[in-house]
């Protein structure tokens, strides 16, 4: 990995972590500049290139999964700074054996230097078709006033960042471990892939993601199972 390379990396890390008290007026690094966030084309994330992606996978129970994700045409509007922020709504239809067990809005915007950041989720957890509770919900401005990230402009070895940082509803830590991978999945073979880890707490749980450029999640394995994409369009 080049200087440019890591600078840029961390440089994404450390605005992401320090962004949320500069926002709130407390002095520290500079929050994060949005000019057009919704237009999310992070070659690890390009959350805009797609309308709807499909993971499928199967647990170690044998419990049969499918995740549907789908950007929606709207945006949820946030305050960074003191500045609007349009983040894009994606929607995580999560199956297990064909009913659908939990739906999740999640909120996403890309700054000016190519960090896309997680501003959080609403959570409908779901039993025989109908939701019993809205647990691991949060948002950025109401539950905490840092901002997660999802994929920094440049990931190299080593880099590390945290996904969630909600202290009492979760917190996921990630860290890069390798670059330059070849995977397949779906037919197809992926190069230019990398590989994070994944530390969930308070669960105390390692997952593990691939991400290749120009599509995103390629393969996750969550502690429990594996799941693979199967698609988009």
Same mark, same amino acid.
């Given at each position: 990995?080049?200087?440019?390379?890591?600078?840029?990396?961390?440089?994404?890390?450390?605005?992401?972590?320090?962004?949320?008290?500069?926002?709130?007026?407390?002095?520290?690094?500079?929050?994060?500049?949005?000019?057009?966030?919704?237009?999310? /084309?992070?070659?690890?994330?390009?959350?805009?290139?797609? *309308?709807?992606?499909? =993971?499928?996978?199967? #647990? !170690? $129970? @044998? %419990?049969?999964?499918?995740?549907?994700?789908?950007?929606?045409?709207?945006?949820?509007?946030?305050?960074?700074?003191?500045?609007?922020?349009?983040?894009?709504?994606?929607?995580? /239809?999560?199956?297990?054996?064909?009913?659908?067990?939990? *739906?999740?809005?999640? =909120?996403?915007?890309? #700054? !000016? $230097? @190519? %960090?896309?950041?997680?501003?959080?989720?609403?959570?409908?957890?779901?039993?025989?078709?109908?939701?019993?509770?809205?647990?691991?919900?949060?948002?950025?401005?109401?539950?905490? /006033?840092?901002?997660?990230?999802?994929?920094?402009?440049?990931?190299?070895?080593?880099?590390?960042?945290?996904?969630? $940082?909600?202290?009492?509803?979760?917190?996921?830590?990630?860290?890069?471990?390798?670059?330059?991978?070849?995977?397949?999945?779906?037919?197809?073979?992926?190069?230019?892939?990398?590989?994070?880890?994944?530390?969930?707490?308070?669960?105390?749980?390692?997952?593990?993601?691939?991400?290749?450029?120009?599509?995103?999640?390629?393969?996750?394995?969550?502690?429990?199972?594996?799941?693979?994409?199967?698609?988009?369009?």
């Amino acid at each position: 990995m080049t200087g440019t390379r890591r600078f840029l990396g961390m440089a994404a890390i450390v605005a992401a972590l320090g962004g949320a008290t500069a926002a709130a007026g407390q002095g520290g690094p500079a929050a994060p500049a949005f000019s057009d966030p919704a237009a999310i /084309d992070n070659p690890y994330l390009p959350l805009a290139a797609h *309308r709807r992606c499909v =993971y499928r996978g199967r #647990a !170690d $129970d @044998g %419990t049969r999964e499918r995740s549907v994700i789908t950007l929606l045409e709207r945006t949820k509007r946030f305050q960074v700074a003191g500045k609007p922020v349009d983040a894009a709504i994606v929607r995580d /239809d999560a199956y297990e054996d064909g009913e659908l067990v939990e *739906r999740t809005f999640d =909120y996403f915007a890309q #700054a !000016d $230097d @190519g %960090t896309v950041y997680y501003f959080g989720e609403d959570v409908d957890n779901l039993r025989d078709g109908r939701v019993v509770d809205h647990g691991g919900t949060w948002l950025y401005g109401r539950v905490t /006033d840092v901002l997660g990230v999802a994929m920094p402009a440049a990931p190299g070895v080593g880099d590390q960042y945290r996904f969630e $940082d909600v202290p009492g509803i979760t917190t996921e830590s990630t860290r890069v471990e390798e670059v330059g991978l070849r995977v397949k999945a779906n037919g197809r073979l992926h190069t230019g892939v990398i590989r994070i880890q994944e530390f969930i707490q308070p669960e105390g749980e390692v997952e593990y993601k691939l991400y290749a450029p120009g599509v995103g999640l390629v393969v996750e394995y969550p502690p429990d199972g594996r799941k693979a994409f199967a698609g988009c369009r």
